[in-house]
Nanobody
Framework: DVQLVESGGGSVQTGGSLRLSCAAG????????MGWFRQRPGKDREGLAV????????TYADSVKGRFTITRDKAKDLVYLQMNGLQPEDTGMYYC?????????????????RGQGTLVTVSS
């Protein structure tokens, strides 16, 4: 069910940066966990980053650790994914996801709420 709204995708060259944003949209539940995942051409969906709001911790996939950062602006009610050092293999659709389930976060691919995705294209 599409409830969140992503923005910020676009086209960049290798080594470039983008910042994706995620707004709550129609998702009005209290969010305990927020995250990002992606779908690259010909690949399975891949969880990238999770922010456990309740525990104030973040986790990252090895493929993006050190390059991507998930943050939250509580005042604006936005979650961001800052992506640096982008490579052509990062090209794909990027999705924001949310979970209200209390406690430590489960796999971001299991979060029940998500957005429609935003396209990231990295050219060499």
């Amino acid at each position: 069910d599409v409830q969140l709204v992503e923005s910020g995708g676009g086209s960049v060259q290798t080594g470039g940066s983008l910042r994706l944003s995620c707004a709550a949209g129609r998702y009005t539940y209290k969010r305990n966990c927020m995250g990002w995942f992606r779908q690259r051409p010909g690949k399975d969906r891949e969880g990238l980053a999770v922010l456990w709001i309740g525990g104030a911790t973040t986790t990252y996939a090895d493929s993006v650790k050190g390059r991507f950062t998930i943050t939250r602006d509580k005042a604006k009610d936005l979650v961001y994914l800052q992506m640096n050092g982008l490579q052509p293999e990062d090209t794909g659709m990027y999705y924001c996801a949310a979970d209200q389930l209390y406690g430590t976060c489960r796999d971001v691919l299991d979060f029940p709420a998500r957005g429609q995705g935003t396209l990231v294209t990295v050219s060499s």
